[in-house]
């Protein structure tokens, strides 16, 4: 029997249609412009968060870069989240391929403090880098899928203009938010300078994400995109398995988040395991193991020797993230396995 895979939304693969949607896709050479599937890909992601322009790239940490590239020189400071994807999870891309440096803040649930965040602006003087962007994440991966509060993200928005500075979203789980919350990708997108957007993780396409912002600085970005390897030939095979990914996988978030709330108060309830319910907003679950004094590693491999797989994100932290892949079937199955295995 096949193991049950929570580690990620990104384990996923393309459905049949999905495939035959890939296959017939018209495509032409993307660096020149010339990709007609990519280009309508672009449009749509326009048309969805109401922004100017689009830049369709291979990955989640490309979109971020390319976008932190475009608003900055060499030198500058951004303000971000400490456990955000862009300070943990990317390379050290901004120091790398930028010479930018990070500034982040600790926060609760991955909501920054507008005081803190005040405070972390740089004095304008000689002395200081100089802060020019301010990068939230939503949902928040590191803090279990958290959701940005949209009023949290006015008052930041705010704080930004009174200051002259910019705003990224890392939205690669934003259709989550959008679904979970009832706010549109629009609304979202609104209070941004950019967003990248992500479409090979919970809407289940093999590859591909894509930034949006104003015409002037989607043309910086894509200077970038070419400067750091992304320039992509037919990419319309990839554009369009997005495309689907968007028109058939988007409102069906919603059972990706049910099943996760099923199975986070389910572990919950069974000693000696804790989950933090509070954070569990969309499609991801953190386990705390370090009540039973047992390592997550060790957990984890227990579980994989029953056959479902989660990543052991720290010592004493259990990720499990559900999907397209994930029914109510494997759910129960999930269920029985953490009641059953022997620690």
């Known amino acids: 029997m096949n193991p049950i895979d929570l580690r990620s939304d990104t384990i996923t693969q393309p459905s049949q249609a999905m495939r035959e949607f890939m296959m017939n896709a018209e495509v032409g050479d993307d660096v020149y412009g010339e990709d007609p599937t990519v280009n309508a890909l672009q449009n749509k992601i326009c048309e969805l968060t109401g922004k100017e322009a689009a830049l369709f790239v291979s990955s989640g940490t490309q979109a971020n870069q390319v976008s932190l590239s475009a608003h900055t020189e060499p030198g500058n400071e951004i303000i971000c989240e400490y456990r955000s994807h862009i300070f943990n999870y990317e390379s050290g891309a901004a120091a790398l391929l930028s010479g930018i440096q990070l500034h ?4 609760e649930y991955g909501i920054l403090d507008l005081e803190q965040v005040e405070n972390a602006i740089r004095p304008k003087e000689d002395h200081y880098p100089k802060t020019r962007v301010i990068a939230v994440e939503n949902t928040h991966n590191r803090w279990g899928g958290t959701i940005y509060p949209l009023e949290e993200i006015k008052k930041l928005r705010l704080l930004a203009d009174e200051y002259g500075l910019l705003m990224h979203l890392d939205g690669a789980r934003l259709w989550n938010a959008s679904v979970a919350t009832g706010v549109s990708l629009k609304e979202y997108a609104s209070f941004f300078d950019s967003v990248s957007l992500c ?36 990419a319309g095979f990839l554009a369009a398995a997005a495309i689907y990914a968007i028109d058939h996988n988007f409102e069906r978030l919603v059972d990706d988040h049910r099943r996760a709330r099923t199975l986070a108060e389910t572990i919950n309830d069974l000693p000696p395991f804790v989950v933090n319910l509070r954070t569990v907003e969309t499609n991801i679950v953190i386990i705390d193991t370090s009540i039973s004094g047992l390592s997550a590693p060790y957990v984890s491999e227990k579980l994989a020797e029953n056959g479902l797989r989660v990543s052991a994100i720290s010592p004493t932290r259990l990720r499990a993230v559900t999907h397209l892949h994930f029914d109510d079937n494997q759910l129960d199955k999930a269920i029985e396995i953490f009641k059953s295995t022997k620690f």
């Open 104 to 107: 982040p803040l600790i926060s």
């Open 199 to 234: 479409f090979s993780k919970g809407l289940g396409a093999p590859v591909g994400s894509i930034v949006v912002g104003s015409k002037a600085f989607i043309r910086r970005a894509h200077y970038y995109r070419k400067a750091f390897g992304g320039g992509m030939r037919q």
